[in-house]
């Protein structure tokens, strides 16, 4: 059993900045990896970013340079930082694990919205 709660997600302006943070609980030692992956209505939900146990992170090309993923090993966190936001950086991000036992991998969803 895991569980993952998203939280930070908002309204802001092209240009402006927002810390996405995603908690697991549960059986969190069996998480291998976290990330976020986000999703418009009507397209594919797509790999924003992820982040290893050990600290090892890829990321999508569209967001390299802006976004960085960190994770707390202790408190089973994710968190996403996103500066210098885009109209098209808008959709739903979603919380995503990999375990060594059979989980749920998805969070809720928490929205973002960047206005042009």
């Known amino acids: 059993q895991v569980q993952l709660v998203e939280s930070g997600g908002g309204l802001v302006q092209a240009g402006g900045s927002l810390r996405l943070s995603c908690a697991a609980s549960g059986a969190i030692s069996s998480i291998n990896v976290m990330g976020w992956y986000r999703q418009v209505p009507g397209k594919q939900r797509e790999l924003v970013a992820i982040i290893t146990r050990g600290g090892s992170t890829n990321y999508a090309d569209s967001v390299k340079g802006r976004f960085t993923i960190s994770r707390d090993n202790a408190e089973n966190t994710v968190s996403l930082q996103m500066n210098s936001l885009k109209p098209e950086d808008t959709g739903v991000y979603y919380c995503?694990?990999?375990?060594?036992?059979?989980?749920?991998?998805w969070g809720q969803g928490t929205l973002v919205t960047v206005s042009s």
């Open positions: 995503h694990v990999r375990a060594t036992i059979p989980v749920d991998p």
